[in-house]
């Protein structure tokens, strides 16, 4: 049966004023949502919206006219959710919306900018934290939390769908726009990822720069029937992680963005706290596994709301296979 996403996030959020803050800024950010995938739609996706704006964020990655609209349309819900700070890939340091709020929200308010200009799906990532009263002298320090500590987060999906994938209260679900409303329905039952695969997920362009026990699980996956692993993988990789994280969820399969000997990218390129931590929530809440190739995700202390980590999600027998070959061979 399905179920509207507002008549979900209430039955789930229950009594508990948190759910409840987390509840309504899930609704408002659906909003800006459905404000953004119109722009997609309509503003001129190709030239325009994917002209780089030739200003870095803190990442390093230049602007693009979307990440910045993007980012306006998620600070507009936040001024009407009960939000106190929000921190975004787009913006150095968090900023206050509202003293009295009772969550902080951490955001990539455009993931897979890099194909914005080709119609490939793209997305929205967004993190739900407690704001306690240890938090409200120095906003940064709310986003400094554990991912373990989330009251709610997911992605929305600028795809041929639009589509929203909540973990919330444990479980992970998927929500499609109902196209002519502001509103989503459910999409099936909660998400369950399959325990094994034969798909894997990487930029292996990048192969020349990782360590040896990656190199040599990759080389293993590719070797097939013959191989080690004794069975045929396929190789899927879109270069959007909302639309990787969304297959895998669907239909099981491992995605690795490793740290590599690059300049910069020691701690590979996905950031903890706005794109790591809300994927391993929603993978945790399919009965996924994520980490950062030794340790769990989610138990990561982020040392700032920039910080990088490596990150490997998806089936658990794949990312604890990953682990082991990284625990032997570095
Ligand atoms: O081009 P690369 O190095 O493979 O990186 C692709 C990854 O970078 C990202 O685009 C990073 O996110 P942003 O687009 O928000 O910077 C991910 O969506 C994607 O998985
Ligand atoms: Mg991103
Ligand atoms: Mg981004």
Redesign the pocket.
Known sequence: MSLSLETYLTETAGADPLRQAAATTILNLGEAAVEIARLIAHGGAGAELGKSLGEANLGGDIQKAL?VVADRAVVGAMHRSPVAFYGS?EQDAPITISEGGSVAVAC????G?SNIETNVSIGTIFSILPVGSEHRAEPRSAFLQPGSRQIAAGFFIYGPQLLLIASFGGETRAFIHVPGSAGFTSVGETLAIPATTKEFSINAANRRHWAEGLRRYIADCEAGEAGNRGKNYSMRYVGSMVADAYRILLRGGVFLYPGDARKGYEKGRLRLVYEANPVALCIEGAGGAASDGLSRTLDIVPGDLHARTPLVFGSTEEVEEVRRRLAEQG
């Open positions: 990440d890939e990539d308010p455009l993931d900018s």
